[in-house]
């Protein structure tokens, strides 16, 4: 191989000397670039293509931020700083002196006289007459014998289910009144509909009577039976009718 160098050696003596363009070292330092530069070249193009598509995906990808670390302040060796309170006094304001105003003058007092009347006496006597007995056949005064009487009568509250039908309805109820006037044994013996039995039940067991009176004296009544009627209105308000069969 030829090899040629245009440097030039300076020695002590006079006179330059040329390198030798063929020397042995300088043979084989130039035989072992050559070789290594086959084998150096594709890996540096692989690392050249892997830095060529990193760069792009990492310009492709949004940037998203970081969030803030909050700062966290703090001091050595703080000082503390003695704080001089200063209590607020309140003086009273000084008293002054007020003079009293003198009283209103008065007027002449008008003196009332005490009437007097004469005091006419009379004289009454008692009237000089007899009462009758009256024999009332007993001890004492009897009741006369009374039928159960309604004292209060509570409006049953109606269904929200019914009130959206088309037709009106009514219970027929049959129950006992204590001797105390109070419902018992309460049921529905007849019903334009079946959602109305529960609240007519409820009503009734709220209702307040006058107990039936026999003999002076109170007792229970069975059998009575009432109507209760649940009326609905159109949107005229105009009353809806039975349904029809009732």
Request: one cysteine or more; hydrophobic letters at 35%.
């Amino acid at each position: 191989m030829y090899f040629e160098s245009s440097e030039a050696v300076t020695g002590k003596g006079e006179g330059t000397v040329q390198p030798d363009s063929f020397s042995p070292s300088h043979v084989r330092a130039k035989q072992t670039v050559w070789c290594r530069a086959p084998l150096v070249m594709p890996v540096a193009a692989v690392l050249t293509v892997g830095l060529t598509f990193s760069m792009a995906q990492l310009i492709a990808t949004e940037f998203q931020p970081q969030d803030k670390s909050k700062s966290i302040k703090f001091e050595i060796n703080p000082v503390e700083k003695i704080v001089e309170i200063k209590e607020r006094i309140d003086e009273p304001d000084p008293l002054e002196r007020v003079e009293t105003p003198p009283p209103p003058p008065t007027t002449g007092v008008d003196v009332v006289e005490p009437v007097t009347e004469p005091v006419i006496k009379t004289v009454s006597a008692d009237p000089d007459f007899e009462l009758p007995e009256i024999d009332f056949g007993g001890t004492g005064y009897v009741k006369p014998d009374t039928d159960e009487q309604p004292i209060v009568r509570i409006p049953p509250v109606m269904p929200a289910r019914f009130q959206q039908g088309d037709a009106s309805g009514y219970c027929t109820m049959r129950f006992s009144v204590s001797p105390e006037g109070q419902p018992f044994d309460v049921t529905a013996t007849q019903c334009t509909n079946r959602i109305l039995e529960r609240a007519s039940t409820k009503a009734v067991l709220r209702w307040k009577y006058n107990p039936k009176i026999v003999n002076g004296r109170a007792v229970s009544r069975s059998g009575v039976e009432t109507k209760i009627r649940f009326d609905l209105a159109d949107e005229r308000g105009n009353r809806l009718p039975l349904p029809s069969g009732y």
